[in-house]
């Protein structure tokens, strides 16, 4: 089993997104992604940018991945992806079917990104015959549903032909949306953000009546409220998911990088943070914490 940091979704400053790549060079992550996937308007760092910080992960060893953005809304974005698709060295992640489309022109390979939407066998069998060698499931998707999709008559024959990564750590993805709820919630409108969304780098929390937090706003997606953490669950992952994918923070990202490779076989079980969840990975309700995982903690 390997372990990814997956992109970061927030937007940090340039100075804080350059210290945390340098960090990870030296971490123990055997695939690191690269890429601003959430809002076009974010530029601290643009593709020069992350190409100088890839070939510096690749010099330390590490897989990098390029993943592009997963709501296109100008020309402008599709010449930047076009950009990514063509960088000529890199694995792209897309995120997007437009990404897909011009990676199989291209006859390029690709990791299928959690934005894709692929809940059925029809839908993955598609995308493995456009070229996709790895493939991150939504967010929703839980054990039992991977395992049908991946033992269906259309796909079993092929299951050594991709891999399957996993997010296990951070905060889900759930939605994205035209509107920027962030620039909103500041009473700006979305065009004079001014990229408000630097100002909170784990996102903007959104708390119901009685006080809890729901969901977290970034910019133009929204995230879970509880973060999604299957770090008790992983010793049971070994013979169906090749990757494990942890999303960076702001805070500890590394350590816990550290902690579920600790654990990968159920050595060093951790008690989750009241803030943490894994419902989705049991067919709960997703902000739900299931304790099935955690039998073997001391």
């Known amino acids: 089993m390997k372990f990814s940091l997956g992109p970061i979704l927030y937007y940090w400053p340039k100075a804080t997104v350059v ?23 974010r530029k601290e760092l ?39 698709c063509d960088n000529g060295d890199f694995l ?60 269906h008559p259309h796909i079993s024959s092929v299951r050594n032909n991709y891999e399957i990564e996993l997010f296990a750590f951070g905060q889900l ?13 500041e009473q700006k409108p979305k065009d004079q953000c001014k990229a408000c969304c630097i100002n909170y780098p784990d996102g903007r929390k ?22 999604y953490n299957l770090i008790n669950e992983i010793v049971n992952l070994h013979d169906f998911i090749d990757i494990i994918r942890i999303s960076p923070q702001s805070h500890d990202t590394l350590q816990w990088l550290d902690l579920f490779k600790k654990n990968q076989h159920g050595l060093a079980p951790q008690t989750l943070p009241n803030n943490d969840c894994n419902g989705y990975w049991h067919g709960e309700a997703g902000k739900d914490t299931s304790t099935v995982g955690t039998a073997l903690l001391p």
């Open 92 to 151: 792209v992640e897309a995120n997007d079917i437009g990404a897909v489309g011009l990676l199989a022109e291209n006859r390029l390979p690709f990791v299928g990104g959690s934005a894709l939407n692929c809940y059925n066998a029809q839908s993955l069998k598609f995308l493995l015959d456009q070229g996709m060698k790895r493939w991150v499931p939504t967010a929703e998707i839980g054990e039992r549903w991977i395992k049908k999709l991946t033992q």
């Open 206 to 227: 959104v708390n119901s009546q009685e006080g809890e937090t729901i969901f977290v706003l970034n910019g133009i997606q929204t995230l879970s409220g509880n973060r």
């Open 46 to 84: 643009l593709l020069d940018d992350y190409l100088n910080i890839a070939h510096m992960l690749r010099e330390a060893g590490k897989q990098v991945v390029l993943s592009t953005m997963t709501l296109l809304e100008s020309p402008a974005d599709i010449r930047q992806l076009k950009r990514y």
């Open 19 to 41: 210290t945390f790549y340098e960090n990870a060079a030296s971490s123990s992550a055997d695939l690191i992604y690269l890429g601003e996937t959430v809002c076009a308007k």
């Open 173 to 185: 993805p759930l939605a994205w949306s035209a509107r920027c709820f962030t620039a909103r919630s």
